[in-house]
């Protein structure tokens, strides 16, 4: 009896190891995954940082140019109209933040994340983009609305495109060194004066509502950025270098 008994132990204690042992290979089969998608989330989010900060410089550029513009708009004797061709070529930008989005949960890699905090912030990721997508698209449609309509109605498209493709230094760009390639556009044939331009009351408008929508943009994408760093820390803290 005392035999069989052990034998029975000797069994039962087999099979227990043998399930701690596939537990413990499972884990650190896990594990390894888990290390390669926090690598690979690594670099999406540095990207979306990235894309994200040059999209606040863009903003932050509007936001100068149109100021510039209202401050020309009443005083128009202290600027040249040169000058309001190159605020309006700023001022059209369309600032579009187009981060990199993984589908954890459909995936199943979402249930390899161990750091809950980190889970719960990339569960979360969609929906914190909401805010900045919405005001950006508000934007948008008047970018290519009703201020594209107005440049078309004063005649300054081919004095804008002139300007933006062989003068503007876009030091908002991700490379700050990167230049368009020079075209022989030209200045419009018959441009409108430095007068009309500013006596324009719907620009005038169109370049406050530019104000008005890329700093609320900014002000949301600011706490946008500090998820992202916050995700970032959490990321560097759970991978094994």
């Not at 078309?152 to 876009?170: C, P, Q, T």
């Amino acid at each position: 009896m005392l035999y069989a008994v052990g034998e029975i132990v000797l069994v039962v204690l087999g099979i227990v190891i043998a399930l701690q042992i596939d537990n413990w290979n499972e884990w650190r089969q896990e594990r390894e995954e888990e290390q390669v998608v926090l690598r690979q989330l690594r670099d999406d989010y540095q990207a979306n940082l990235e894309q994200l900060q040059q999209k606040i410089r863009m903003r932050d550029a509007i936001i100068a140019s149109a100021l510039k513009m209202l401050k020309a708009t009443d005083a128009p004797e202290t600027t040249h109209r040169d000058s309001l061709i190159g605020y309006l070529a700023v001022i059209v930008l369309d600032p579009t933040f187009d981060p990199i989005e993984n589908n954890l949960s459909a995936s199943g890699a979402l249930q390899l994340i161990t750091n809950q905090k980190l889970k719960r912030m990339l569960s979360n990721w969609t929906s914190e983009i909401i805010a900045v997508r919405e005001l950006e698209q508000n934007w948008a449609r008047i970018a290519i609305g009703p201020l594209s309509e107005c440049i078309r109605e004063l005649g300054l498209y081919r004095s804008i495109s002139d300007y933006f493709v062989n003068s503007l230094e876009a030091d908002w760009s991700i490379d700050k060194s990167a230049r368009l390639e020079k075209q022989d556009i030209g200045p419009a044939r018959n441009p409108p004066s430095l007068e009309e331009i500013v006596a324009d009351s719907d620009l005038e408008g169109l370049i406050s509502a530019a104000i008005t929508y890329n700093a609320t943009a900014n002000l949301e994408s600011e706490t946008l950025r500090q998820r992202i760093e916050e995700i970032l820390s959490l990321i560097d803290q759970e991978i094994d270098e």
